[in-house]
Structure formats: structure tokens, C-alpha cells
């Protein structure tokens, strides 16, 4: 299919120089290489040995890489756990992020960086409505705020966007962000960071999403990394009974990296033994996937922490122990892993009704937003800024809770600095993501079979969401 290059005049047109990548030893840049990450001084193959970081979480949504005293807290104890990558979901571009991102450089820490926030994201309800050029400065503007890190991965331009059956209309909008962002990074003359997408595990469509965002002749339209979060691996496990030789086989010719954007199943008696570390860098996995990040570095109201945190107090949990020493006891493959270039780009899947309704022809970048190619993106908004405010919303009237068993979770509706600034309506949404978390984390874990999470829903574990919050989870596409 041919998709669009609308910008490409700008890329050629864009006169201003970037300011030179920061360098640092500890964190030479990551490349894409086929299937594979590469350490771009030393040419060996990169695994993520990542977690997945925002303390505070949804409930108390805060910049943790602008805040010197939460990165002092808690770079240390990452450190100590063994890992090379965070993954932050939510930023406030206007913010400093100097102090944080040398000191994760200084621990040989990368960063995968989400490019939305709870009320700068594609909506579910509007896709279309919502990909508008506000939008695309707050995510260009992200980037600008984060480009010149050699530790800087990669960003995801979405997160979960599909979490349904339903949802696969808005995967259009999310790959057009895709392709904005690719354009940005080369018009802006960063150095070519990679860009991705990170996917549920929605059995009726992971397939079809996997090929959709790799597909299409465009290469600009094409994600350069798929992040899948997986919560299959439960207790101790095994490749056949997680399912996870199935995902092997699913994406044994994607022609660019896979790895686990989340993993890290909570439905176990006690702590969490981590045995899929094992698995996960084994030579069984690594000539298709790449590493992962576990869900999460600190404990919320879901249950997933691998630490608790109280105050400037971070302690341990025997999660944590369990990691570290699964961490310490695996190393990576030798070699290059078994990573192929010679892999091809995905056939685009067809529209179908009800299936994947997403289109092959793109939309067209909103006109407004060009004027950032040339540029810049100019002020960042921070977290305040609302950008779909002019979109359609059926927030108060949908109800969408299909199930009501066992709750247990409640969400707690406090709001932090950063989402006070937006209107109480939007702090609640801020609540709701919690919830969203707890449903979406229960219902892919609370089943033994990788192919049921998304009809488990009714599963134990299943938290019981108020429905204001359940309908701006939805609306919104908030983080986690
Ligand atoms: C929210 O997070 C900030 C930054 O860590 C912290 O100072 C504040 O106490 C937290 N608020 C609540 C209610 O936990
Ligand atoms: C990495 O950058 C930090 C902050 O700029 C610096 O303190 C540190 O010495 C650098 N490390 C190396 C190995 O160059
Ligand atoms: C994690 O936080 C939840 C909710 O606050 C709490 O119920 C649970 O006990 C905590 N887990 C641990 C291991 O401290
Ligand atoms: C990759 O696939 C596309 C479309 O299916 C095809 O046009 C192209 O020739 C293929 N490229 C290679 C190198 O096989
Ligand atoms: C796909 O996008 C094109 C161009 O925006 C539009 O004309 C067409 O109606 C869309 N098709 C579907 C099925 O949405
Ligand atoms: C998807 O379907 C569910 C269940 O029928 C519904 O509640 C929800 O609002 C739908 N989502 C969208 C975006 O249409």
C-alpha cells in the first residue's frame, strides 16, 4: 500500500541545526539492527534487562525523571537490581530533565519513553478528533526534550491504544503518530531514535496489530521496535505452557525488534519467582525477542512493586531479591543471539468489520502542525494541556464495565501537582488509570491459557471500577 510523505519537502528544507548529541560512555547510543538492538560502540547485540517506572503511579502522576530527589532515591536501588532500561510512561515536557537523565547515563541506564500523558493522547472514542496539532506539539515537544540523550532508547508513540476488540479504529491515528514522529525526529536532524508501539495481548487482533504497524511500503509509517506486554509467564512456567513458544512462533519473521514491554504475571501465591528471566534470554527466545521490562518498579494500588516506597524510604520487597538474583544468575546470549536481517516488512491486514477496522491509507498530519519541522515545537505545554477539549466525548455515558466479580481494588482519587493543573474532571480520568491497570494487568494474568486473557475479564482478580472512572480510562487511553 502506498502511504503518504506529505512532510518530506520539510525534511529536506529544515535549516536548523540540532545542538550535538550528548555522548557518554556509559550510554552509547542503541541502533536498530534487523530484528535486533545494537550497542552502537560496541557493536554488541543489546538486550532490555529493564522494569517499567513511574512511582507514584497513576494515582499520584509525577515526572519521576524531573524530580532530583525521586532519581537519587531510586537510580541506586535500580542499580543494584541489575538492570540497563526504565521505561517511563508519562513526562512533563516543560520540566528539567538534565539532573535525571545524566544520572541514569552514569548507572548505564537507557530510558523507553511513552510520548503521551493522561489528557495529550489518542482517544479511543475520537481518534480522529483527537490527532490534532495541539497533540503533536505536546509529543514533538517531548521529543525535543529528550532527543539529545545517547540514553534514550526509544519512544513509544502509544501505549494499549487497541486494549479491545472495538478499538482497532484507532490504530490508524496511532500509526499516523508513528510516521509524525519518524518525520520530526530525521527534519529536526536528531539522531535516528527508534519508535514504537507497545500492544495488549488481545488474542482477536495481536496478530493483525503486530502486521499493521510494520506494514506498508512508507518505511517512515513503519514502527522500528514492538513492545508487547505479556502477561502469560505466570509462577514458575515453562516456554510451552506460558504460551510463550506460541508468541515465539507469532513473531519468528518480524523484521524489526519485539521485546517485552511488560511481563511480570502477579497471580501467584506469594512473591513472584521471576523463572521466565530464564526463558526470556535464553537462545530459545533470543533470535526473536530482545529483552523486557517487568511491571513495576514500585508498588501501587495494583500490586505489581518490587519495591515500597514511603517518602524518600525505599524497601526491598522479596520480588525485588527474586529479580536481582534471576538477573544475576542469566546472563545474555552469546553472540549475536540468532537475529536476523533478512526478514521482510509485514503485509498490511485488510479492513474487515469488526475485526480491524483500521485503514491502510493514512491521514494526512494536520496542516497546523507542520510549522514544528521547521522550527521546532517551540514552548513545551507540560502536563496540563488538554488536547482533545474539542472532541467528542461519551465519557459520563458509557458503561462499559462488562463484569463485577471479586473486586477488591479501589481506586484512590488524590491528585499530585501535576494533574491539579487540569480540571477536576481530568484528575479523575487520572484516578481511573489505576483501575484501567489493575483490570487489564488482572485480566491478562488471571488466566493460564495466553490465548483467553482478553474474554477473562469476569476471571478473579478483576477489579470493580467506578464507571466515571471506567469511561475516562477509555476515553483517554491513560498510561500503564
Ligand atoms: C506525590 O508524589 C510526590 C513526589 O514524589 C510526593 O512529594 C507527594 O507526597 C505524593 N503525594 C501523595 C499524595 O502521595
Ligand atoms: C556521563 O555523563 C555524566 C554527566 O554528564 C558524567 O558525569 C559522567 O562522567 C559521564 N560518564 C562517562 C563515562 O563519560
Ligand atoms: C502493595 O500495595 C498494596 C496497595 O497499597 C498493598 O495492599 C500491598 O500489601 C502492597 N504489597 C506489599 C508487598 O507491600
Ligand atoms: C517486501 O514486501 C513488499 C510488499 O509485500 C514487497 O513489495 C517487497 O518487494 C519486499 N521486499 C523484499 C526485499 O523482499
Ligand atoms: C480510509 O481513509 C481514506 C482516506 O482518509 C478514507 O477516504 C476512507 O474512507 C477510509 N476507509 C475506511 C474504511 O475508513
Ligand atoms: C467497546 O465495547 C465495549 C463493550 O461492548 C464498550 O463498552 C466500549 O464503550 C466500546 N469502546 C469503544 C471505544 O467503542
Given at each position: 500500500?502506498?502511504l503518504?510523505s506529505?512532510?518530506?519537502?520539510?525534511?529536506?528544507?529544515?535549516?536548523?541545526?540540532?545542538a550535538?548529541?550528548?555522548?557518554?560512555?556509559s550510554?552509547?547510543s542503541?541502533?536498530?539492527k534487523?530484528n535486533a538492538?545494537?550497542?552502537?560502540?560496541?557493536?554488541?547485540?543489546?538486550y532490555?534487562?529493564?522494569?517499567?517506572?513511574q512511582p507514584?503511579?497513576s494515582s499520584n502522576?509525577t515526572?519521576?525523571?524531573?524530580?532530583a530527589?525521586i532519581?537519587?532515591?531510586?537510580?541506586?536501588?535500580l542499580?543494584?537490581?541489575?538492570?540497563?532500561t526504565?521505561?517511563?510512561y508519562?513526562?512533563d515536557?516543560?520540566q528539567d530533565?538534565t539532573?535525571?537523565m545524566?544520572?541514569l547515563?552514569?548507572?548505564g541506564?537507557?530510558?523507553?519513553l511513552?510520548?503521551?500523558?493522561p489528557?495529550s493522547?489518542?482517544?479511543?472514542f475520537?481518534p480522529?478528533?483527537?490527532?490534532?496539532s495541539?497533540y503533536?506539539q505536546n509529543?514533538?515537544?517531548t521529543i525535543?526534550?529528550?532527543a539529545?540523550?545517547?540514553?534514550?532508547?526509544?519512544?513509544?508513540?502509544?501505549?494499549?491504544v487497541i486494549?479491545?476488540?472495538?478499538?482497532?479504529?484507532?490504530?490508524?491515528?496511532?500509526?499516523?503518530?508513528?510516521?509524525d514522529?519518524?518525520k520530526?525526529i530525521k527534519a529536526?536532524?536528531y539522531?535516528?531514535i527508534?519508535?514504537g508501539?507497545?500492544?495488549?495481548?488481545?488474542?482477536?487482533?495481536r496478530?493483525?496489530?503486530?502486521e499493521y504497524f510494520n506494514c506498508?511500503?512508507d518505511?517512515?509509517a513503519r514502527?522500528?521496535m514492538?513492545?508487547?506486554n505479556?502477561?502469560?509467564?505466570?509462577?514458575e512456567s515453562?516456554?510451552v505452557v506460558?504460551?510463550?513458544?506460541?508468541?515465539?512462533k507469532?513473531?519468528e519473521d518480524?523484521?524489526?525488534?519485539v521485546?517485552?514491554s511488560?511481563?511480570g504475571c502477579?497471580?501467584?501465591?506469594s512473591s513472584?519467582?521471576?523463572t521466565?528471566?530464564?526463558?526470556?534470554?535464553?537462545?530459545?527466545?533470543?533470535?526473536?525477542?530482545?529483552g523486557?521490562?517487568?511491571y513495576?518498579?514500585?508498588?501501587?494500588?495494583?500490586?505489581?512493586?518490587?519495591?515500597?516506597?514511603?517518602?524518600?524510604k525505599?524497601?526491598?520487597?522479596?520480588?525485588f531479591e527474586?529479580l536481582?538474583?534471576?538477573?544475576?544468575?542469566?546472563?545474555?546470549?552469546r553472540g549475536?543471539?540468532?537475529?536476523?536481517?533478512s526478514?521482510n516488512?509485514?503485509?498490511?491486514p485488510?479492513?474487515?468489520k469488526?475485526?480491524?477496522?483500521?485503514?491502510?491509507t493514512?491521514?494526512?498530519?494536520?496542516s497546523?502542525?507542520?510549522?514544528y519541522?521547521k522550527?521546532g515545537?517551540?514552548?513545551p505545554m507540560?502536563t496540563?494541556?488538554?488536547?482533545?477539549?474539542?472532541?467528542d466525548?461519551?465519557?459520563?455515558?458509557?458503561d462499559?464495565?462488562?463484569?463485577s466479580?471479586s473486586?477488591s481494588v479501589?481506586?484512590?482519587s488524590?491528585s499530585?501537582?501535576?494533574?491539579?493543573?487540569?480540571?477536576?474532571?481530568?484528575?479523575?480520568?487520572s484516578s481511573?488509570?489505576?483501575?484501567?491497570?489493575?483490570l487489564?494487568?488482572?485480566a491478562?494474568?488471571a488466566?493460564s491459557?495466553?490465548?483467553?486473557?482478553?474474554?477473562s475479564?469476569?476471571?478473579?482478580g478483576?477489579?470493580?471500577?467506578?464507571?466515571?472512572?471506567r469511561?475516562?480510562?477509555e476515553?483517554y487511553?491513560?498510561?500503564?
Amino acid at each position: 500500500m502506498q502511504l503518504r510523505s506529505l512532510v518530506s519537502a520539510f525534511v529536506l528544507s529544515a535549516g536548523l541545526a540540532q545542538a550535538a548529541s550528548s555522548s557518554n560512555s556509559s550510554t552509547p547510543s542503541i541502533t536498530v539492527k534487523g530484528n535486533a538492538f545494537f550497542n552502537s560502540e560496541s557493536g554488541q547485540r543489546f538486550y532490555i534487562r529493564g522494569v517499567d517506572y513511574q512511582p507514584g503511579g497513576s494515582s499520584n502522576l509525577t515526572d519521576p525523571l524531573a524530580d532530583a530527589s525521586i532519581c537519587d532515591r531510586d537510580v541506586p536501588v535500580l542499580k543494584d537490581l541489575g538492570i540497563n532500561t526504565i521505561r517511563v510512561y508519562t513526562v512533563d515536557n516543560s520540566q528539567d530533565h538534565t539532573h535525571c537523565m545524566n544520572l541514569l547515563q552514569d548507572n548505564g541506564i537507557y530510558l523507553i519513553l511513552d510520548v503521551n500523558t493522561p489528557t495529550s493522547a489518542i482517544s479511543r472514542f475520537d481518534p480522529a478528533c483527537s490527532y490534532n496539532s495541539d497533540y503533536l506539539q505536546n509529543v514533538f515537544a517531548t521529543i525535543d526534550a529528550f532527543a539529545d540523550y545517547s540514553n534514550v532508547l526509544g519512544f513509544f508513540a502509544g501505549n494499549e491504544v487497541i486494549n479491545s476488540v472495538n478499538t482497532t479504529n484507532t490504530a490508524t491515528y496511532v500509526k499516523a503518530v508513528v510516521r509524525d514522529m519518524k518525520k520530526y525526529i530525521k527534519a529536526r536532524k536528531y539522531r535516528q531514535i527508534p519508535v514504537g508501539y507497545s500492544a495488549a495481548d488481545i488474542v482477536g487482533n495481536r496478530q493483525l496489530a503486530a502486521e499493521y504497524f510494520n506494514c506498508g511500503d512508507d518505511a517512515d509509517a513503519r514502527i522500528d521496535m514492538f513492545g508487547v506486554n505479556d502477561y502469560s509467564w505466570c509462577g514458575e512456567s515453562s516456554l510451552v505452557v506460558s504460551g510463550y513458544a506460541l508468541k515465539m512462533k507469532l513473531y519468528e519473521d518480524y523484521s524489526v525488534p519485539v521485546f517485552l514491554s511488560e511481563f511480570g504475571c502477579n497471580q501467584v501465591k506469594s512473591s513472584r519467582p521471576f523463572t521466565e528471566i530464564e526463558a526470556i534470554y535464553s537462545t530459545q527466545m533470543s533470535s526473536v525477542f530482545s529483552g523486557g521490562l517487568v511491571y513495576e518498579y514500585s508498588n501501587e494500588t495494583n500490586n505489581y512493586g518490587l519495591v515500597q516506597i514511603n517518602g524518600d524510604k525505599v524497601t526491598k520487597l522479596t520480588d525485588f531479591e527474586n529479580l536481582k538474583n534471576e538477573y544475576g544468575k542469566v546472563s545474555d546470549p552469546r553472540g549475536d543471539g540468532g537475529y536476523s536481517t533478512s526478514y521482510n516488512y509485514s503485509t498490511c491486514p485488510e479492513y474487515e468489520k469488526n475485526v480491524w477496522e483500521a485503514n491502510n491509507t493514512l491521514p494526512e498530519m494536520p496542516s497546523a502542525a507542520s510549522v514544528y519541522f521547521k522550527s521546532g515545537a517551540g514552548s513545551p505545554m507540560g502536563t496540563g494541556i488538554a488536547t482533545q477539549q474539542s472532541c467528542d466525548s461519551k465519557d459520563d455515558d458509557e458503561d462499559d464495565e462488562d463484569t463485577s466479580s471479586s473486586s477488591s481494588v479501589s481506586s484512590s482519587s488524590e491528585s499530585s501537582s501535576s494533574t491539579s493543573k487540569v480540571s477536576s474532571s481530568s484528575s479523575s480520568s487520572s484516578s481511573a488509570s489505576i483501575s484501567e491497570t489493575s483490570l487489564v494487568k488482572s485480566a491478562a494474568s488471571a488466566t493460564s491459557s495466553s490465548q483467553s486473557s482478553s474474554k477473562s475479564k469476569g476471571a478473579a482478580g478483576v477489579t470493580k471500577i467506578p464507571l466515571v472512572f471506567r469511561a475516562f480510562a477509555e476515553l483517554y487511553n491513560l498510561i500503564l
